[in-house]
Each structure stands twice: as C-alpha cells, then as structure tokens.
C-alpha cells in the first residue's frame, strides 16, 4: 500500500527547478501524482521514446514527451507569485 504523500506545489503554480540538469529552469506544473509524488512540469525535462514499426504500413518514429520531477526538486517561484 503506497501512501499519498503531502504535496507543496499545486497544478497551475509556476516553480523552479533546485537540482538536476533543468536547475534554474521555470515552468508551470501541468499534473500532480500524488501516489509517487511527482509533478509534471511543462517544458521541462524531455525524454525520447524510439517507437519500431508494427506493420509494413508503417514507419518508425521518435517520440518525444516531458517526464515527471519528484516534487522535493522544485520550489515555488516567489517573482511570479508577488
């Protein structure tokens, strides 16, 4: 049984990144999983998903899509809160 953690930041809040390669990066958060205690932040943090063809139909691609941060990485951003 995982416990839902508490969580400082809200969906909608603009926050920057402490650690890690994005650190001092803004970005707003898009999505919350409480269970994991992860926020999703938009323009932060993109990962390549390298996706085979299926069929003969189709091709091959790249996608690309924002991965979560642990929510103890971000603070909020007291400028655009002011």
């Not at 269970?35 to 139909?57: S, Y």
């Not at 091959?60 to 809160?81: C, D």
Request: aromatic share 4%; proline share 2%.
């Amino acid at each position: 049984m995982s416990k839902k953690r508490k969580i400082h930041v809200k969906v909608g809040d603009i926050v920057v990144i402490i650690s890690g390669f994005h650190k001092n990066e803004t970005g707003e958060i898009m999505k919350i999983n409480k269970k994991t205690g992860k926020v999703l932040v938009k323009g932060i943090n993109f990962k390549f998903k390298h996706v085979k063809p299926n069929t003969e139909n189709e091709i091959g691609e790249i996608k690309q899509f924002e991965a979560p941060i642990h929510h103890s990485n971000v603070r909020l951003n007291l400028k655009e809160v002011s």
